[in-house]
């Protein structure tokens, strides 16, 4: 019985994103040790690839609740906690433990074999581009932003407004001032597409769509974005080519 509520209790802790374990009653000790939180967290995986999800999901919780599992370790527990969740359908706790990563690694990313995975890929390119979304909005927002940054952070603030005129002014001076990381040249050009989108432009969204997928040909909206109705076809219409294009130049290169 005591077992069972110490492992109620550590549940608890997880699902509140606590980091650390309840001490032991006047001892200012942990209650798992690091050696037993690395055990849990080792069995935890064990049982992830064993397919045997109830435990692996219990365990994984346990050692990431411990506190005493290395950065690197509880990152990689959350991850797959996130899985079995997602896996279940469990969309609000998967998405909370993607958070969670991205709140103490935000560079963290997936594998290229999980990110676009069918039942968590979409969750995951969610959490992860809304946080750099809102990571590259703070840098370009800063004092040390280049004055193209800076212009990019007044569009975005513009289109969020529904100033769609100004917004479209500053995007496009941001891209004529140059914006140093590809990331952020992409992402102007985005806002920049769905400022025409929205405005009946579709000749000029259509463009903007064009610019993104000459640069990056693996460009992806993120998928709130997505299924807007102002500019949905035209970029699977535009992303569609753009495969299509790479295809041909593939198999073009072969062939020589």
């Known amino acids: 019985m005591q077992r069972l509520k110490l492992a109620a209790l550590l549940l608890a802790a997880l699902a509140a994103g606590c980091a650390q374990l309840p001490t032991q009653t006047g001892s200012g000790k942990p209650a798992v040790s690091q050696s037993e939180a690395q055990t849990q967290y080792q069995q935890g995986l064990a049982n992830y690839r064993e397919n045997r999800l109830d435990a692996a999901l219990n365990e994984l919780g346990l050692a990431v609740a411990s506190g005493q599992l290395k950065p690197a370790d509880a990152n990689n527990a959350r991850k797959h906690i996130a899985f079995i969740h997602c896996a279940a359908g469990r969309e609000l706790p998967c998405r909370e433990q993607f958070q969670a990563i991205l709140q103490s690694n935000p560079d963290f990313d997936l594998a290229p074999t999980e990110v676009n995975h069918p039942q968590w890929g979409t969750v995951w390119r969610s959490v992860k581009g809304a ?3 809102k990571r ?4 370009a927002s800063s004092a040390n932003a280049t004055p193209g940054q800076q212009k990019l952070a007044e569009g975005i603030k513009e289109y969020e407004a529904g100033r769609y005129k100004e917004a479209l002014e500053a995007l496009q001076a941001a891209v004529k001032a140059g914006l140093p990381a590809k990331a952020d040249e992409l992402r102007a050009h985005k806002y920049t597409a769905f400022v025409y989108c929205l405005t009946q432009k579709t000749k000029q969204c ?4 064009r610019q993104m997928f000459a640069k990056e040909p693996g460009y992806q909206l993120l998928p709130s974005e997505t299924g807007h109705p102002a500019w949905a076809a035209v970029y699977r219409s535009e992303k569609a080519a753009a495969a299509k294009k ?4 593939r198999k073009a290169e072969k062939k020589k």
């Open 136 to 139: 590259a909005l703070s840098q």
């Open 131 to 133: 946080v750099e979304e």
């Open 246 to 249: 790479a295809d041909t130049a």
């Open 206 to 209: 259509r463009a903007e769509f």
